[in-house]
């Protein structure tokens, strides 16, 4: 069936370092690519998102990339902070009504 | 605006019990959805509702079914709980799948 998969599932940075989460996807009509991140005991929250017709989107200290003919999208943050701890999530749709998450990356960002 | 509302936050049941999860919105989406999180397996769709007067099946249906009661509120029950049903649950709404999707707080459900 479709799916995203999502790598690493954990990921320790120093403060101040850069953290790549990449996942890819199965169904080549996807076309929106959201992340979300959740913190300790927290709903999750849209963070960024990028569309099909667009390579790279950025948000401040947050970039997300996607690759079409490979079929995988990176969130990338830049000078980490202890704040950007979480589990970060990527999704992808699975037709017009729904998303499919991946299994979600616990970072930490070690001061 | 509350957003997305559900109640309760917590619960305890014992195998066999049965209960209904509550969840509401109050931004006239037309999709809503319920979850269920586990450690390393990211958030599993159950059911969901794209419209109101329709449900549908997601990844992980068993052992649950789902009422869209109007356009605000879609309920999850739980007829006969089991202990894999421990986990915690999330309600979300959408206005399009190329929207943000909207997550309730949550509700952490223990089977015993």
């Known amino acids: 069936g479709e799916n995203v998969e999502q790598h690493p599932s954990t990921l320790s940075v120093q403060e101040g370092d850069s953290a790549v989460i990449k996942c890819t996807y199965s169904?080549?009509?996807?076309?929106?690519f959201p992340w979300y991140k959740q913190e300790l005991g927290k709903r999750p929250q849209l963070i960024i998102d990028?569309?099909?017709?667009?390579g790279e989107k950025k948000d401040q200290r947050i970039a997300v990339t996607l690759n079409k003919t490979a079929k995988h999208f990176s969130l990338h943050i830049t000078e980490t902070q202890p704040e950007d701890s979480a589990v970060y999530f990527c999704?992808?749709?699975?037709?017009?009504?729904?998303?499919?998450f991946g299994t979600g990356t616990l970072l930490a960002v070690q001061p | 605006n509350a957003g997305v509302t559900q109640t309760p936050k917590f619960q305890v049941l014992k195998t066999g019990q049965s209960m209904t999860l509550q969840c509401a919105q109050d931004?006239?989406?037309?999709?809503m959805y319920w979850y269920r999180q586990d450690p390393g397996m990211g958030l599993r769709l159950i059911y969901y509702s794209a419209s109101e007067g329709t449900t549908d099946k997601g990844e992980v249906p068993n052992g649950y079914n789902v009422s869209r009661l109007n356009k605000r509120e879609f309920s999850l029950r739980l007829e006969s709980a089991a202990p894999s049903q421990t986990s915690v649950y999330f309600c979300?709404?959408?206005?399009?799948?190329?929207?943000?999707?909207?997550f309730g707080p949550g509700t952490r459900l223990t089977v015993l």
């Open positions: 990028i569309r099909s017709n667009v």
């Open positions: 999704a992808a749709p699975l037709s017009t009504n729904k998303l499919i």
């Open positions: 979300a709404s959408i206005q399009r799948v190329y929207n943000e999707q909207f």
């Open positions: 931004m006239n989406h037309n999709s």
């Open positions: 169904d080549s009509a996807s076309n929106y």
